[in-house]
């Protein structure tokens, strides 16, 4: 029998190029204003329209800055992509939530809150992280700006379809593990190029344990390990967060797409290209050292010897040493937000850890939440009072300190405790240091002022 991932693409194929790619019909594209003006001008000069503009969707989050967002934007070349966004969405006929809109914030935690990424879906999106929406049951990949431009025209994509790949983690997590730790480790034992060529198939008794907001977060982080994007086969915890959001079906339609989405699974028989299995006892809170996502270890652990000269590279870069403990690391700034860990549920986690405690005066914290909904669930549940009495200030939506395109940038040699996706060189400002962490690990180096482990905050 097919997996999954069969299942779902080959049912969107319109036609097969011998020796050559599947065109593929495309559900649902997501634009932000960073990769989709040459697709909106090259649509221009070819005089063509949008061919099913109801199934696209834009929004500003890269280069919107996170105070402020009543004001014009100060930076020329922020506001010149986001005014263009604007205005080809409305030369275009599609659907635009520009900032301070109710439904604006990172795109890829839009999608899922809106009921917009459904199950059995194909997503696309000019964005590498496109992959989170998979945790839906979607199959969701980022593509090129040539790709955007083509599925404007022909709501369909030239593209090879990938190996498949199955990741099973079996067992229960640790108390203070979070899917962020799973996702970690994951890269950690299989590297960033470990799933090159594949699409990913999550499975297994822990992620299934798992929350949606941990899902999308392990789904996220796909592509760090060099997958085309991964997946969760959805089951009655979709089907309950989609429950009754905007965009998601109602009535008789509803029942009718859950009884569909219900076949969404790998038979037992499936045949999968690759397959591996983790143990969820062997995954601790997790902390990158070095420049690429894959070089993490255990937070209780020790900084591994450089294997090469690119691993020697990371290691002076951030100004670590081979055989020095993660622990005790003094941090400048404390990131929480991102696509990868910008939802409620970690907000909660951020503030189980600062309750009661205060923001350490030599840490500079950002906390942005994913979008103006996350911003409102933290106001309606308090949050917003527990991290004001803990010193800390929340910021308004937007991708922030994830990437160097805004006002959020850490400075040359400064370390961030981070909760997004990626710790390449200058990812968050030209020479900043980057650990990757989870938001409970993050809020142990707010409060303390160095990475600290957080199960000791915890009493775990």
């Known amino acids: ?141 980022g593509i090129g700006t040539s790709e ?117 699974r790998s038979g037992d028989d499936a045949v999968f290209d690759k397959e591996v299995t983790f143990q969820a006892a062997d995954i601790e809170p997790m902390i990158t050292y070095g420049t690429n996502p894959g070089m993490g270890v255990g937070i209780t652990q020790c900084i591994p010897a450089p294997q090469n000269a690119s691993d020697e590279k990371a290691l002076r870069y951030m100004q670590f040493a081979a055989g020095e403990a993660m622990l005790g690391k003094p941090v400048d700034y404390v990131f929480l937000g991102a696509c990868t860990n910008g939802r409620i549920e970690d907000f909660r986690a951020f503030a189980s850890v600062v309750r009661g405690r205060h923001k350490h005066p030599a840490v500079t914290a950002w906390l942005v939440p994913g979008s103006w909904h996350v911003l409102q669930q933290i106001k309606d549940e308090g949050i917003d009072q527990v991290l004001q009495e803990a010193g800390f200030a929340l910021r308004q939506p937007g991708c922030s300190a994830c990437l160097a395109m805004n006002d959020d940038k850490v400075p040359a040699g400064k370390l961030a405790v981070s909760t997004s996706n990626r710790n390449f060189e200058g990812r968050q400002g030209p020479g900043s240091r980057t650990c990757l962490a989870s938001p ?10 160095c990475i600290t482990d957080p199960r000791e905050l915890l009493g775990l």
Request: one cysteine or more.
């Open 1 to 141: 029998m097919n997996t999954l991932f069969d299942k779902i693409w080959d049912k969107h194929v319109v036609s097969h190029v011998d020796d050559g790619p599947d065109m593929l019909y495309i559900d649902r594209l997501y634009a932000h204003e960073v990769t989709s003006p040459q697709a909106f001008e090259g649509l221009r000069q070819r005089g063509l329209q949008c061919f099913r503009p109801e199934r696209i969707f834009c929004m500003p989050d890269h280069n919107t800055p996170t105070h402020d967002q009543d004001k014009p934007i100060a930076d020329p070349v922020s506001k010149k992509q986001v005014d263009t966004l604007a205005r080809n969405a409305a030369d275009f006929g599609v659907t635009h939530w520009g900032m301070l809109h109710p439904n604006n914030g990172i795109i890829h935690v839009v999608g899922p809150e809106q009921g917009l990424s459904l199950p059995g879906m194909t997503i696309v999106c000019g964005d590498s992280h496109t992959s989170t929406h998979g945790a839906v049951g979607a199959v969701a990949f």
């Open 148 to 264: 955007v431009e083509m599925v404007m025209a022909s709501q369909c994509i030239l593209q090879a379809k990938p190996k498949s790949m199955r990741i099973n983690v079996e067992g229960e997590l640790k108390p203070g593990v979070t899917a962020k730790d799973v996702a970690l480790y994951l890269m950690s034992q299989l590297t960033t190029s470990g799933a090159t060529g594949y699409f990913v198939e999550y499975a297994g008794s822990t992620v299934r344990s798992l929350s949606m907001e941990g899902r999308l977060t392990l789904c996220n982080l796909s592509i760090e390990m060099g997958a085309r994007g991964g997946f969760i086969a959805p089951d009655e915890k979709t089907f309950a967060y989609l429950k009754g959001r905007p965009y998601a079906p109602t009535g008789q339609a509803w029942d009718e797409a859950v009884a569909a989405w219900s076949e969404l």
């Open 440 to 449: 409970l690990t993050a809020a142990a180096a707010a409060v303390t002022g």
